[in-house]
């Protein structure tokens, strides 16, 4: 017989917090939500755990002592640990938003929070997390373009690209929606969880990035703009 849902093992949390009494007033609250959680109170206790207990997704507080929540979620990426991360700071400014979700968290929460919210985007990292563990999608291809979604590969023939987290997941949403047109609200809320504005460049600059990337040996033109509207990837006529 399958286990139902309410049968498995609770998830294992892992919190990330200086601050005593924000730290174990969070793991009291996720306890209660029956989560098994472990605390760590710097980036290096944080790291460490992340190695020793492989949890199932990171509550991160970006500033802590010894090592900051930005260099841990750059560590644990450049490991190729696609642990959740859910980062947790007092900035709010758009730029710091940028800065976190640029070094490889999943999305942001700025303090202080409404605690309903922060369990409401727990669930959807870890939903997007089973899915994806679930479901490895295939190879996506465009034209010469081919992209490994399960590895996070990207070639054009034979010559492999290197791109950072952001600019691979702004080109796989372009990839699985190659010949459709996304708005930049709709790039934005995907790929930032954040819509910065109509005046925002933030977009427009990774669209560069791509571009620079992808037509470094002359190549063909993939990602096409498509003017007041927004960005799409298909092969020129």
Same mark, same amino acid.
């Given at each position: 017989?399958?286990?139902?849902?309410?049968?498995? *093992?609770?998830?294992?949390?892992?919190?990330?917090?200086? !601050?005593? *009494? @924000?730290?174990?007033?969070?793991?009291?609250?996720?306890?209660?939500?029956?989560?098994?959680?472990?605390?760590?109170?710097?980036?290096?206790?944080?790291?460490?755990?992340?190695?020793? !207990?492989?949890?199932?997704?990171?509550?991160?507080?970006?500033?802590?002592?010894? @090592?900051?929540?930005? /260099?841990?979620?750059? @560590? @644990?990426?450049?490991?190729?640990?696609? %642990?959740?991360?859910?980062?947790? $700071?007092?900035?709010?400014? $758009?730029?710091?938003?940028?800065?976190?979700?640029?070094?490889? *968290? !999943?999305?942001? +929460?700025?303090?202080?929070?409404?605690? !309903?919210?922060?369990?409401?985007? +727990?669930?959807?990292? +870890?939903?997007?997390?089973?899915?994806?563990?679930?479901?490895?999608?295939?190879? +996506?291809? #465009?034209?010469?373009?081919?992209?490994?979604?399960?590895?996070?590969? #990207?070639?054009?023939?034979?010559?492999?690209?290197?791109?950072?987290? /952001?600019?691979?997941?702004? %080109?796989?949403?372009?990839?699985?929606?190659?010949?459709?047109?996304?708005?930049? /609200?709709?790039?934005?809320?995907?790929?930032?969880?954040?819509?910065?504005?109509?005046?925002?460049?933030?977009?427009?600059?990774?669209?560069?990035?791509?571009?620079?990337? $992808?037509?470094?040996?002359?190549?063909?033109?993939? #990602?096409?703009?498509?003017?007041?509207?927004?960005? /799409?990837?298909?092969?020129?006529?």
């Amino acid at each position: 017989m399958n286990a139902s849902a309410n049968d498995r *093992a609770p998830a294992h949390l892992l919190v990330a917090e200086d !601050d005593r *009494a @924000v730290r174990e007033s969070l793991v009291r609250a996720l306890e209660l939500e029956g989560y098994r959680v472990t605390a760590a109170s710097n980036g290096a206790e944080c790291l460490d755990a992340v190695a020793r !207990d492989e949890p199932a997704a990171l509550l991160l507080d970006v500033s802590m002592p010894l @090592v900051d929540g930005l /260099t841990v979620c750059r @560590v @644990v990426r450049s490991e190729g640990n696609r %642990l959740p991360i859910l980062m947790l $700071t007092a900035r709010t400014e $758009t730029s710091d938003r940028v800065a976190g979700l640029d070094v490889g *968290a !999943d999305d942001y +929460l700025p303090k202080p929070y409404d605690l !309903d919210e922060l369990l409401a985007r +727990l669930r959807a990292l +870890l939903r997007r997390a089973e899915y994806a563990g679930e479901d490895v999608a295939a190879t +996506l291809d #465009v034209g010469d373009l081919r992209l490994d979604p399960a590895a996070r590969r #990207v070639f054009r023939g034979e010559r492999e690209i290197d791109l950072s987290k /952001t600019e691979f997941d702004l %080109l796989e949403l372009l990839v699985e929606n190659q010949g459709i047109v996304l708005d930049h /609200t709709t790039i934005y809320e995907r790929i930032w969880n954040y819509d910065f504005g109509p005046d925002s460049k933030n977009l427009a600059v990774y669209i560069g990035y791509l571009r620079r990337k $992808t037509e470094a040996e002359g190549e063909q033109r993939l #990602v096409q703009t498509v003017r007041g509207v927004g960005y /799409t990837v298909r092969t020129p006529l």
